[in-house]
């Protein structure tokens, strides 16, 4: 239970606090630096870029599903999004000063359903996530650009995209919805990720596509918000249960206290924040049909 808790406070923003408040000082500096793996690589074989290319502009299903799965240490909500062309990137409305939760996102982009998105900075601890970090691009329009970090985007005939693009490649893809996080999970229908993924176990949020265009998005619980039974989810777990649902392509996105889905002007999940719902930078958003 020791080696379950430390791993999943090493995933959070300041791993080195929270890990000593826990423990009372009764776990050695040692300890505390084996722990903190939320602050390294994660352990996942992702040459390369994942890119699952297909033409989903013609698809015709306008549904959407939601799931529930639970495993031994996590329960999860699974929606399935059947028209890619309906996934925008949405950003804060007062970028650089403060974020929105996924609720306004959706609410303000007149969407019906959202998930939490990509990178963003969180300045002196107070949460209010008003800065996206890495490539952040909705309707064309940059917010944020890096050669360095992990693209996730959608190309114009709807594939999900994932890996280190230029904005010159992005632009010949015709990407004009992308953020930024990682790591790539599945690649060409094969998982990535070796060992539990190295990032302990966290409530965490991922996106993928199925070879019909299929989007999956999937948020789990975590950090015991229902109790003991609900540590969280490892990277290895979420490349499982994407790969349960026939993911060709995914893509972890920000996870811990900023989980969080939305349908239908409600939430779906309990985010382990104490506070509810956080404020954050960017979302994946699902528009009307």
Known sequence: MKDYALQSLGTTQHPNLWISLFSLNTVS???IAKYTVGTGQPTVDSSGNATGFGDFGGIKDSSIQIEDYKDNTYSAKIMLVRDPMRLKVAVTNQIGKVGQTVSEMVRDNNAVAGVNGGSFQDVGWHGTGGDPLGTT???????????????IGITSSGSLISGKYSVKELQ???????LSFGPILVKDGQGLVRGNGGWGNAPRTAIGQKA??????IVTDGRFVHGPENLGATLHDIQDLMLKYGAVTAVNLDGGSSTTMVYNGKLVNEPSDVLGERKIATSFIVMPE
């Open 29 to 31: 500096a040692a300890e």
């Open 172 to 178: 010949d893809m015709g990407v004009k919805e992308a």
């Open 137 to 151: 691009m909705h309707d064309g329009k940059y917010y944020a650009t890096s050669e360095n970090s992990n693209v």
């Open 212 to 217: 019909d265009g299929t989007i999956i998005l």
